[in-house]
């Protein structure tokens, strides 16, 4: 793998060989990095190379990812996600710059997760792994499970017992082993953690595995490719544990470091006022966080303790990035807004960095004439009962037209 030079930890700055299981810092424990030769990125493929290429998923972007290849092993599609202009939603918030929906929520398991995932199951197979786990607020779970079947690898999965219904099915259908812990995440994932090291599986934990971030950092690199390379001035999105966060910040990064990109963009951290550790510290400018309850109907970033607070805090103050917090009234308005003006259906944390953007446009924290991404991360048919919730239930009538035509007032 010439691309890559080698792991750095996030915390000493001690660096490793990136081997498939290496995952923290063999010194102090810290969370690791992987660092790239971006001379010989930029001599092995570029930007114009790269825009002619047919393949269509993540791994169009191999020389920016930690792989030397994917293997004849049956992958599922993930990435390549449509960036939709959004015209409307724009003109309804009042916005008067350029907006655009990336909508990961199409992913195969219906989250942005599934380029982690895609990820861990590649390096779980050069680790001569037949066996992956994680815990999980849901997405990552149910994109391991899916991605792991499509390759004929077992999965053990660990989700906290709030896991929206959507995503259990998805696990079960998938012939994950599910283990539904009554407790928080934070249980869940101290649980998990005990039982990978017992029976020594594969770990797909996020935060503790740097190759899951290169996997989310593809949405990056498509961003970026799906406007020609022009970057835009904001790109917002949810953040839980922030690795998502951390790993948008590092695809534009690595564009960056191999001359792909000529600037980069601020980063718009949105969490829900019930539960946000990371935009408290961040709006701070401290990287001591605290940790807090879980209080929100977005089950995938009510994360009261991190586990990716170092870098995703980096990102955002690196990016000079900006904080917002929403109410769950604010997402529920958000799934509505994007359902109706753009046809796309979000679960909570999935509108969550629309909840935001919308909330900078109002507050005015962002200019009018700005260019903005925001990222769609999981689709609505995860969790049905909060799409409910936000849209309401149908009229219901009897077989009859004449009651329909009273119904609608004809
Ligand atoms: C996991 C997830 C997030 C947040 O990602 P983190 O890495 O936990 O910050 C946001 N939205 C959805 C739909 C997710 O599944
Ligand atoms: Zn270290």
Same mark, same amino acid.
């Given at each position: ?30 969370? *690791? ?13 570029? =930007? ?9 998923? @993540? ?75 994680? &815990? &999980? ?6 994109? *391991? ?10 999965? +053990?999965? +660990? ?14 259908? +998938?012939?994950?082993? #599910? ?33 899951? @971030?290169?996997? =989310? ?32 910040? =590092?695809?534009? =990064? ?9 600037? *980069?963009? !601020? ?46 805090? !980096? ?8 904080? #917002? ?6 997402? *529920?308005?958000? @799934? !509505? ?7 796309? +259906? ?14 900078? #446009? ?8 700005? &260019? ?39």
């Amino acid at each position: 793998m010439k691309q890559v030079i080698h792991a750095r930890c996030t915390m000493c700055g001690h660096t490793v060989e990136a081997a498939p299981e290496t995952t923290v810092c063999p010194v102090c424990g810290g969370i *690791l990095d992987i660092e790239y030769d971006y001379e010989y990125i930029r001599s092995t493929l570029s =930007k114009y190379e790269l825009l002619d290429r047919t393949e269509r998923s @993540m791994w169009r972007y191999m020389e920016f990812l930690p792989v030397e290849g994917i293997g004849r092993t049956p992958r599922l599609r993930v990435g390549c996600s449509p960036l939709y202009k959004a015209e409307k939603l724009s003109q309804e918030i009042g916005f008067k710059g350029t907006l655009y929906i990336k909508d990961d929520g199409l992913n195969p398991t219906a989250s942005l997760k599934d380029r982690a995932s895609a990820m861990a199951v590649v390096k779980a197979e050069e680790a001569g792994k037949t066996t992956i786990a994680c &815990s &999980s607020t849901g997405n990552a779970a149910s994109s *391991l499970a899916g991605n792991a079947a499509a390759a004929g690898m077992k999965t +053990f999965i +660990f989700v906290p017992a709030r896991a929206p219904k959507g995503k259990v099915a998805q696990l079960m259908m +998938f012939g994950a082993k #599910v283990i539904l812990v009554d407790g928080s995440y934070e249980d869940t994932f101290r649980l998990s953690a005990e039982a990978i090291d017992h029976y020594h599986w594969y770990n797909r934990n996020a935060a503790i595995n740097p190759y899951l @971030m290169e996997g =989310k950092k593809t949405v990056s690199l498509e961003i970026a490719e799906q406007l020609l390379f022009k970057v835009p001035d904001y790109v917002a999105l949810s953040v839980g544990d922030g690795c998502t966060i951390a790993g948008v910040w =590092k695809g534009f =990064k690595d564009l960056y470091g191999a001359g792909y990109i000529d600037r *980069l963009p !601020r980063l718009i951290s949105v969490q829900a006022s019930g539960c946000c550790p990371i935009n408290t510290a961040a709006s701070a400018h401290t990287m001591e966080w605290v940790p807090q309850e879980e209080n929100t109907l977005a089950d995938s970033i009510a994360v009261g303790v991190p586990r990716n607070p170092v870098k995703a805090l !980096r990102a955002i103050e690196e990016s000079d990035g900006i904080t #917002v917090n929403v109410s769950d009234e604010e997402i *529920l308005d958000a @799934m !509505r807004l994007l359902g109706r003006t753009q046809g796309v +259906f979000a679960e909570p944390a999935g509108a969550t960095g629309t909840a935001g953007l919308k909330k900078a #446009v109002e507050t005015g924290i962002i200019e009018k004439d700005a &260019s903005v991404v925001s990222i769609v991360t999981g689709n609505g048919l995860k969790d049905v009962a909060n799409a409910i919730k936000a849209a309401g239930e149908p009229l219901m009538l009897p077989p009859d037209m004449a009651k329909l035509r009273a119904a609608l007032g004809d």
